[in-house]
């Protein structure tokens, strides 16, 4: 009855950690009518990892999208850009936590500017998940690719 009972309690406590390692990922897709030709991509200046920045460029340009880089306000001749913010962890090596993206439109009629969708990924309950380790690009290439997927690249 004692071995039963520990068996019960040792398979609910690998069970209670295995729900608690989930990698969290969301993506809110930009409509099918929008062509978009050039975004613009803020800076963020607040996300320590070097490369990142770069690599966004990258995945955006071999999604068809011509790009530019700004810093500060949103430039009057941006009508679509994007921001975004990511974070990375140390346990056993580096690896990305949290990234966000949204992409806006700028509003010609409000005069405010319209989110168009965004998406993230979240590995802070990544816990025992090796999943959450592993090149930075490959996490964010699938979301960005599906963020996209019906947008129209203009000519």
């Known amino acids: 009855?004692?071995?039963?009972?520990?068996?019960?309690?040792?398979?609910?406590?690998?069970?209670?950690?295995?729900?608690?390692?989930?990698?969290?990922q969301r993506v809110v897709r930009i409509d099918s009518n929008k062509e978009i030709s050039k975004i613009y991509v803020l800076k963020n200046d607040k996300v320590l990892m070097e490369g990142f920045h770069p690599e966004l460029i990258s995945q955006l340009n071999a999604l068809g999208f011509e790009t530019e880089t700004y810093s500060g306000d949103v430039p009057t001749a941006a009508t679509y850009y994007i921001n975004y913010t990511a974070n990375w962890k140390w346990e056993?090596?580096?690896?990305?936590?949290?990234?966000?993206?949204?992409?806006?439109?700028?509003?010609?009629?409000?005069?405010?500017?319209?989110?168009?969708?965004?998406?993230?990924?979240?590995?802070?309950?990544?816990?025992?998940?090796?999943?959450?380790?592993?090149?930075?690009?490959?996490?964010?290439?699938?979301?960005?690719?599906?963020?996209?997927?019906?947008?129209?690249?203009?000519?």
């Open 1 to 24: 009855m004692k071995t039963s009972l520990l068996k019960f309690f040792c398979l609910f406590v690998v069970l209670l950690f295995l729900q608690g390692c989930t990698i969290a």
């Open 92 to 155: 056993l090596a580096m690896y990305l936590e949290y990234f966000k993206a949204a992409v806006y439109e700028q509003g010609s009629e409000s005069g405010f500017a319209k989110l168009l969708g965004e998406v993230e990924y979240d590995a802070t309950n990544g816990g025992g998940n090796f999943d959450k380790f592993g090149d930075t690009a490959d996490k964010i290439k699938p979301l960005l690719q599906e963020l996209f997927a019906k947008v129209k690249r203009k000519q």
